[in-house]
Structures are given as C-alpha cells and as structure tokens.
Nanobody, 123 residues
Framework: VQLQASGGGLVQAGGSLRLSCAAS????????MGWFRQAPGKEREVVAA????????YYEDSVRGRFTISRDDTKNTVYLQMNSLKPDDTAVYYC?????????????????WGQGTQVTVSS
C-alpha cells in the first residue's frame, strides 16, 4: 500500500483544514487507518484512527470534538477534518495503514506510512 497525504497548509487559529490520504492498492478497505502528528522535538503521536469498516473511531483527547476522521473506500481515501485549530496543532501530519484490525494507537504497529503534510496554525 502506498499512501499520499495532502491538504496541509498555514491557517489562523480558529480556522479549518481537511487533510486527505489517498491509498493505492485494492486492499485499502481491509486496513485500519490512522492520522499521526509530530511536532519539532516531540514524539509522534496518534491524532485519530478509524477501523477498516469505518464503524469504530478513536480520537486523542486534545482533538476530540474538533477533528473528524472518515474514509471513503470507493476513493481509497481517508480524511481528517480539522476545525477550531489551535497553535498547538502545528505539526507534520502523517497518515498510516495497519493490517491488524485492532484500532491501534501505537505508531510502531502501523505498516505503511505516507510522506507527511505540514500543518501550521498561527496565533
């Protein structure tokens, strides 16, 4: 599976962005998908994850209620809608795919990674 993330950019605090992650391969629908982020000097952390069926979702506490993860298997794409953005959301955002359908929050358990897209939120 090859993943291509896009949609990052510079936005003012309170603004919105939608990240997209396009996947190659016919088995996209069998993978759990996750969005992670990494800020300078910090460890990579999970932001949100969605199960292969789309029925289970996980959100990190700081983004719950502001971010929404979704997937469209007809387009082999997973999305992250980010609203009410804060300067603390500034990071490189990565999408990832996990063959193990346990809705993992651990980046070490994800098998495939996109290249990352920069999100910068100004105050």
């Amino acid at each position: 599976v090859q993943l291509q993330a896009s949609g990052g950019g510079l936005v003012q605090a309170g603004g919105s962005l939608r990240l997209s992650c396009a996947a190659s391969g016919r088995t996209f629908g069998s993978y759990d998908m996750g969005w992670f982020r990494q800020a300078p000097g910090k460890e990579r952390e999970v932001v949100a994850a969605i199960s292969w069926s789309g029925t289970r979702k996980y959100y990190e506490d700081s983004v719950r209620g502001r971010f929404t993860i979704s997937r469209d298997d007809t387009k082999n794409t997973v999305y992250l809608q980010m609203n009410s953005l804060k300067p603390d959301d500034t990071a490189v955002y990565y999408c990832a795919a996990n063959r193990d359908n346990g809705l993992s929050r651990r980046y070490g358990e994800y098998d495939y990674w996109g290249q990352g897209t920069q999100v910068t939120v100004s105050s």
